[in-house]
């Protein structure tokens, strides 16, 4: 899927780049005096992972492959006619570790001392293979008083050399990597405050976080995706994986009585999908004692009709698909895609206004 906005390009453009299992996606926006505006989106899309699980870009196994992911940068760039070539790109979860912290109120000065320890204790790799990063996400009341709440973030170098290379392979000037839960939390949640359960389908995997008060409080991922629904109806009706596709699209959830196999079929793996997220849900409003007031969904994933009432059915909390394009400056054309490309194009939205 491409889409040609022409649009004049000056400076304070940016490309957010999101390599997923199965897709690449790129959207490129404009800083201006009022809203962000979307000059231009790309979406690649590969399915030859249904056939061939070890196809995918990448997976879970902490690898993505160079050569073949910056051809498809390349062959996305050129199709779309993206113009900047500066741009900040996504890092799964799966390929990050991340935890919350709990500790006393200190100066900010004392904070990095403190650190060092904590980072001995919770990262699983020598400190020298990693790099980390840290962020305040918020104060607890604890009956030991009040403590303050760090986001520990490592990623192994290797992964970080990787996306250098296929950056500088695509052409493209890398300015910042991110985790993609963060990119999610901007696009989708921003200021708002209220306690938030993100649930990202991707293709191969599951990305399930928690904001609360804007900040990411919670992170865990589901090895089951989205492919996982298409290949249920695949095989439980005898049909190819394009109109398995198709079907997921158009009736899903809610296909008639006399359809009611397919509306049935993806249940099993939803259902582990929603499994992952009660856990969530639970461990953040135990730890926290807050409770969850809304969940949204996002990623390509999620485009199984009827996902949103039994999502709800199942969890309670008001559920919706996410729709990062809704604080973008859009052109008419685009503004008719937005509900169908929003929760798709968010976490690549969220990492082109990262900067601007």
Request: aromatic residues 4%.
């Amino acid at each position: 899927m491409f889409n040609i906005l022409k649009s004049y390009l000056g400076m304070g453009t940016m490309l957010g780049v999101d390599i997923g299992t199965a897709a690449i996606k790129i959207v490129e926006i404009k800083k201006t005096s009022t809203l962000p505006k979307l000059l231009n989106y790309g979406i690649l899309k590969s399915n030859t992972h249904l056939d061939r699980p070890n196809s995918a870009i990448q997976s879970s196994a902490l690898k993505i492959v160079e050569k073949e992911t910056a051809d498809l940068l390349k062959i996305l760039i050129k199709e779309a006619n993206f113009q900047s070539r500066e741009a900040i790109a996504s890092i799964p979860v799966f390929s990050a570790f991340i935890t919350l912290l709990e500790m006393p109120q200190m100066p900010e000065a004392d904070i990095a001392k403190a650190m060092a320890f904590q980072i001995k204790q919770h990262i699983p790799l020598p400190i020298s293979e990693v790099a980390i990063d840290w962020l305040k996400v918020g104060d607890k009341e604890t009956d030991e008083g009040l403590k303050q709440q760090i986001l520990l973030i490592s990623i192994p170098n290797e992964i970080i050399q990787r996306y250098r290379n296929i950056f500088k392979l695509a052409g493209l000037k890398l300015k910042a990597l991110e985790i993609e839960s963060l990119s999610l939390a901007r696009a989708l949640v921003g200021n708002d405050p209220t306690p938030t359960l993100l649930v990202d389908i991707g293709a191969l995997s599951t990305n399930i976080a928690v904001i609360d008060q804007g900040f990411v409080k919670l992170n865990v991922f589901s090895d089951i995706g989205g492919a996982s629904l298409t290949m249920a109806i695949a095989n439980g009706l005898g049909i190819n994986i394009k109109r398995a596709e198709e079907l997921k699209k158009q009736k899903g959830l809610k296909a008639g009585p006399a359809e009611y196999e397919l509306s049935t079929l993806p249940l099993p793996y939803l259902d582990a999908i929603i499994g992952e997220t009660i856990r969530a849900k639970n461990k953040f409003e135990r730890e926290q004692d807050k409770k969850i007031e809304k969940i949204l969904l996002a990623g390509g994933g999620a485009n199984l009709t009827g996902i949103e009432e039994y999502f709800s059915k199942q969890m309670g909390p008001s559920v919706s698909m996410g729709n990062a394009l809704s604080g973008l400056s859009l052109s008419p054309e685009t503004r008719i895609l937005e509900k169908q490309l929003g929760a798709e194009l968010a976490i690549a939205a969220g990492l082109a206004i990262k900067e601007l």
